[in-house]
């Protein structure tokens, strides 16, 4: 095929999306069509609305707690924003959300509720999580854990596992939206009364039927797991979580739940 | 004689996994959307598993973007490719269209829709290039679905036709007709007598085309909204797709046909019952065939 | 306990009680359960769904509503947002430095409105 052709067709190409994605309609940045006037508008207003349904369907999907908290008007408004300011990079929607929770924190009028992007973050964790590969840990790993020295060891987290430390109650706001009877007060204090909390979500075993599992870390166990996501060394991650840390219930569970893939070689960063 | 086989498929959709499987309907073969399952670890992925061990899957592809000027997606091809690996699917489709374009600084990025592309002899070097780079990947090949299209560039070398007569010869792909498709871009068009304008492309498909192109058949409804006619999956099936259909099976002989439904979900029965009537046209152009021989 | 004793014993122990030999959940169970999980969109409470990976997120279908474009409406929170109330500008900068600061004079404002 001759260069020359190629670019015409690329031209043509990029100069339909420009106009989908267009903050207005302009039907003049639009290419060459047959159609023109009115029936031209509604061609391009079919695949924008397209598009963008698409992209809306999946977000409200992948952010049922922040759709519950703006309501089905406001999220459609921020899906429409979001789907303009940062056109989705891939063709599978499972993805459409990944810079939501980016793009919440520079939206001016969602300013006073500032813990709406780590909620829309705790969301898309949810979600990643329910379709992250299972726990990999073996009894070979755990008989490593047993003879070696720890010092020279991490655990791995799995991948159906995800932390989000925030300065906001973001699991007491999650987890009012579960419940019907919410104390609506009772989470505006907790806001109030300050302090963040570190979200733990992970889906038990990895097991595609099981729901994903939401709480709040205490404080030991907050520093623990962000010790280990950042590749510390078991000795060190134990020195980093410090007093009040139960190391061994805590193992326990995450073997019953499968929150961990392996022992690995600690490499100092 | 034996019986003939089912050709009518129906698109499986999450609303009607529990009664779809409670029921076991007989049909030839079960549609799904490839992207829904490309994620192997989640629900949806055990839900076709289990489907599968009962049905023939025919994988049906929205987000490849075939026709893009800048190329595919890795990433997209890769899934797709791993997903064919699990699932073993009796056929696997996408479109006709372009999504993906280079957009300032942002880069590449993808419509989330199916645009048009010209028919051109340079439309059609990058449809096979990426054609043939996806069936080389899969070890086997695609069929190519006809679009309804809201815009038509006025540049144009080919029929449309002749245009997926050429496609399939070039690269070995075949075509998914949908015959709605057809309808609808007639009705857009405002031709004066849309069923006949329809009949007269298939005619002309069966004309140019190699034998065997069809691989398969989708039937759906449309809906009108503000003047435009948009294919949104929602209702029956049009009397007058009906008509073209059965002209197309008279053209191509027995093809597999699916029943598509998106919007407005029917109960699964509403849904069977429009399979059914396809299946039953199918086995009566069977029979004739068989008679013939 | 000295550390490397304790991640030793600890090993040991789960070792011996083999919580990781323990038989996964009963697989038709579970298959079950995805067939028969909520409908995507269908509310477990409040806009959470149950099953949010069984969603249909692709289609290739047009939209039904296609003149559609909320973009440039104004973006008002409603719902839960309006019910928990929003933070003005100073009360979330302090509450980000100075939670019982703020918590106090939250208890002001309202004491004054009351």
Known sequence: MSAATHTTELERQQRLIAAIFAPQMEPAACPDVLQDGARREAGLAAYRGNGLAHARNALRAQFPTVLAMLGNDAFDVLSARYWRARPPRRGDLAWVGEELPAYIATVDSLDAWPWLADCARLDWAIWQTAGAAPPR?????????????????????????????????????????????????????????????????????GDAAAEVRTIALEDAAARWVAALAAGESIVGALDAAGEGFDFAAWMQKALAEGWLDGVAAFAPR | MPAPPLLHGIGLRQPHYREFRALRPPLGFVEVHSENFFNPHDAASQVLAAVRKDYPVSLHGVGLALGSACGLDEHHVRQLAELVARIDPVRISDHACFARAPWGQRGIVHAGDLLPIAYTHASLDILCANVERVQDRLGRPLLVENLSAYLDFPERDFSEPQFFAELGRRSGCGLLLDVNNLYVNALNAAEPDPLQAVCGWISELAREAPPGLVGEIHLAGFSEQQGLIIDDHSRLVAEAVWQAYVHALDCLGPVSTLIEWDEHLPTLSVLLGQAERAGALCAARCETAQAAS | MDKRRLIAATSVSLLALGILAAPPASRAAALEKCFGAAKAGENACAGVHHCAALSDLHGCKGSSKVNYDPADFRLVPDSTCAKLGGLDEQQAKALLKHPRAVHAFEAQMQKRNS
Do not use: K, N
């Open chain 1, 137 to 205: 840990m073996t009894h070979a790993d755990l008989q490593r854990l047993a003879a070696e020295d720890p010092a020279g060891l991490s655990l791995r987290l799995a991948g159906c596992t995800a932390y989000i430390p925030s300065a906001w109650p973001i699991v007491t706001i999650h987890l009012a939206h579960q419940d019907e009877a919410a104390d609506w007060s009772m989470v505006r204090q907790a806001i109030l009364d300050g302090g963040g909390q570190t979200a733990w979500v992970w889906r038990p075993q």
